[in-house]
């Protein structure tokens, strides 16, 4: 599988984005998929993982901001951002796992396969 990004831009501080990620097949049928970021400087962390029932899990720092969703039929996963905030400027990337989907985790660890990432910049 090959995953693409794309939405991020440069917005003011409350602002609204939504990033997209193409993905080509995915032939497994149990599997889950997520948004990562990376600041300048800091680790890779997890955003929002979603699974193929639709289940969904958030980082504390974006729960009630941030949506993950799916478009099954046209193989995209979204990320629908509002009240954006300076702290959230980073590097956004979009992942996919099969195996490891049993963790249920945010740790990029779990994640094989990535997207070359869009960038996002919130100014305030």
């Known amino acids: 599988v090959q995953l693409v990004e794309s939405g991020g831009d440069s917005v003011q501080s409350g602002g609204s984005l939504r990033l997209e990620c193409a993905a080509s097949?995915?032939?497994?049928?149990?599997?889950?998929m997520g948004w990562f970021r990376q600041a300048p400087g800091k680790g890779r962390e997890g955003v929002a993982i979603?699974?193929?029932?639709?289940?969904?899990k958030y980082s504390d720092s974006v729960k009630g901001r941030f949506t993950i969703s799916q478009d099954n039929a046209k193989n995209t996963l979204y990320l629908q951002m509002n009240s954006l905030k300076p702290e959230d400027t980073a590097m956004y990337y979009c992942a996919a796992e099969a195996q490891l989907c049993q963790y249920w985790s945010l740790n990029p660890d779990f994640f094989a396969v990535w997207g070359p990432g869009t960038q996002v910049t919130v100014s305030s």
């Open positions: 097949k995915y032939t497994y049928v149990n599997y889950c």
């Open positions: 979603i699974n193929n029932l639709g289940n969904t």
